[in-house]
């Protein structure tokens, strides 16, 4: 038996190249700058409207999604990260953020917490695995909301005039708002009767996945992205035609408002959403010059789910919208917003005792906030300039024997190509304010 060396253990002969896994990715520093601004102002709107941010495990019980999501969903049927724990108990990578969010509401008692209303938003990684195309990961960032005990319509019409609000800063104009109603259990069991009874004749041109449904809700069937399910059912007959009274009113009251504040819109009767838990309103936006590839969000209310969950029942409405792809949509348009990367100042120094009395002034500058650095490698003078003009350094605050012998600091504007000596006194008081004026003015 050939006994394996230590160096060996070290060094394995590479089998393959190591890398990240499919349908994932890396975020470098300068994206990842554009991530912080669009998660900084994804935070900021939602907090304008009352929303208070949640945050919940990365991995749930595995029975939380196959109740709250619905075994007829593709994500419950295909797409979920399952695994054993120590315990063998079933967990799962949170593939969407609703279910998630309404057990922590009911666990936390966040009812009684809340003045009538909760207002909850979520910024979260998801996990899916689904075939890799453009604009979509198996992990994921997700942003959304979702909002408890408001049962009237208002709510929902203030969610999509909220959503309508964003979008629209980012400069995304051209928006396309589907919208529908689903029902509610008063008036499904009669659609799904008819419905059942149209579509036996025709069950064997269907897809399998539209068969599936079928046996599980029906509804989900307008779902399907296949051309020939799509075919198929342009006969068939809408939930649209079969609602209460009670849902007609609640649709009626969120076009007239969507209709008042000048949000255009179009019925969309198919239009179901891809989980089962949806009553009443659902709904879809588009960045329209996209088509397909410009969905931003989704969402709709979901009256029964607190209660199918083991809470009490409580109305809830709320939406899911995908970062990586609000980030493909803004590339694609031209329209991401300016994100500067570059240094405040970048220190140069000849010497230790510069480098020494350096770092001083550059822990006096970031306590105030400024962006700095300096180089930790024995560059020359002008391989340092190099470096701070590579990093897009403003300014270049310059300390050598002759800067330490006068007790000043050479502040060099990069950007205007001038420069002044500025003394080295009151804790570098007048360097911050010589910066302060010119970088926040």
Excluded at 65 to 84: L, N, Q, W
Excluded at 348 to 357: C, D, M, S
Excluded at 377 to 383: A, D, I, M
Aim: proline share 5%.
């Amino acid at each position: 038996m050939m006994i394996e060396t230590l160096e060996q253990r070290r060094h394995p002969q590479k089998s393959m190249k190591i890398q990240r896994p499919i349908g994932t990715y890396d975020v470098t520093p300068d994206e990842a700058a554009v991530w912080s601004m669009l998660e900084d102002r994804i935070r900021a709107w939602f907090r304008s409207y009352n929303y208070g941010e949640i945050r919940t495990p990365v991995f749930e019980y595995t029975d939380l999604f196959k109740r709250g999501v619905g075994e007829a969903s593709d994500i419950v049927a295909k797409e979920m990260y399952t695994f054993e724990d120590r315990g063998g108990r079933s967990l799962t990578l949170r593939p969407e953020g609703t279910a998630s969010v309404v057990r922590a509401y009911i666990e936390n008692g966040l009812a009684q917490k809340s003045p009538g209303v909760a207002k909850l938003f979520y910024l979260a990684p998801m996990f899916r695995y689904e075939r890799k195309q453009k604009g979509r990961f198996r992990q994921h960032v997700q942003y959304g909301c979702e909002v408890f005990g408001a049962p009237g319509p208002d709510i929902d019409l203030e969610l999509l005039v909220m959503v309508n609000q964003f979008y629209s800063e980012l400069g995304l104009d051209e928006l396309d708002l589907q919208i529908n109603s689903v029902g509610c259990p008063k008036c499904r069991p009669a659609h799904r009767e008819i419905f059942v009874k149209w579509a036996i004749p025709f069950l064997g041109q269907f897809c399998g996945d539209c068969c599936r449904r079928f046996e599980v809700n029906p509804l989900r069937m307008f779902d399907c992205k296949e051309e020939r399910c799509q075919e198929l059912l342009q006969e068939a007959p809408l939930l649209r035609h079969h609602l209460c009274t009670e849902c007609e009113t609640h649709f009626a009251a969120l076009r007239e408002g969507l209709d008042a504040f000048g949000i255009r819109y179009m019925e969309n009767p198919k239009l179901v959403r891809g989980l089962d838990y949806y009553t009443r309103t659902a709904f879809e936006m588009s960045y329209a010059p996209l088509g397909s590839q410009g969905v931003l969000m989704g969402g709709g209310r979901y009256d029964g789910l607190t209660e199918y969950l083991d809470g009490p029942p409580t109305p809830g409405i709320g939406f899911g919208a995908g970062m990586e792809r609000l980030l493909l949509i803004l590339k694609e348009t031209g329209k991401v917003p300016a994100v500067s990367t570059g240094l405040d100042l970048f220190l140069v120094t000849l010497g230790e005792r510069a480098a020494r009395e350096g770092g001083k002034l550059l822990l006096a500058l970031r306590r105030d906030g400024f962006r700095c650095d300096r180089d930790y490698t024995g560059k020359s003078l002008r391989k340092q300039f190099q470096a701070a003009d590579k990093l897009g350094a403003r300014y270049a605050a310059v300390i050598g024997d002759n800067e330490l012998e006068k007790q000043v600091i050479v502040l060099k504007d990069l950007k205007q190509g001038t420069q002044q000596e500025i003394p080295w006194k009151d804790g570098f008081a007048e360097l911050k304010t010589v910066l302060h004026v010119s970088l926040f003015r």
